[in-house]
């Protein structure tokens, strides 16, 4: 599933148009592309494609995790979404440390499959 699909998926069901586009982060001269941004700014999301194929209770890849970073530290960001598209990484997520870090900084973890 790709990004553009989510996004409208998204844009139907909160009556909210998404674009990817750049998003400041605070503290830091950086800006991060992000894959789903509201017109106003206030939601912002990051879309994983990745499955997982590892052993349960093994750490999510480094890789996997730097989208948390950017949606925690988004400038102007009231809501967060981390979206799966994938159970398997979804469900490897859910139960892992990093998964329940996640959840409690107020970041949705979403899982929208097709």
């Known amino acids: 599933m790709s990004e553009e699909l ?3 998926k998204l ?20 800006v991060w ?8 700014g206030t939601i912002v999301g990051e879309v ?5 194929k590892g052993k349960p209770g093994t750490a999510i890849p480094r890789n996997l995790c ?3 970073i950017f949606l925690k530290n988004a400038v102007g960001a ?28 107020g970041i949705e973890i979403i899982l929208m499959e097709f």
């Open 6 to 8: 989510i996004r409208l």
């Open 66 to 68: 730097t989208p948390y």
């Open 33 to 40: 592309e992000a894959d789903l941004v509201s017109d106003d």
């Open 78 to 105: 009231k809501r967060r979404l981390l979206i799966y598209t994938k159970k398997s990484l979804f469900e490897h997520v859910m139960k892992s440390r990093e998964g329940k870090l996640v959840k409690n900084d």
């Open 48 to 52: 994983k494609t990745a499955g997982f």
């Open 11 to 30: 844009s139907r069901e909160l009556g909210i148009n998404f674009e990817k586009r750049k998003v400041k982060l605070e503290g830091i001269e950086e």
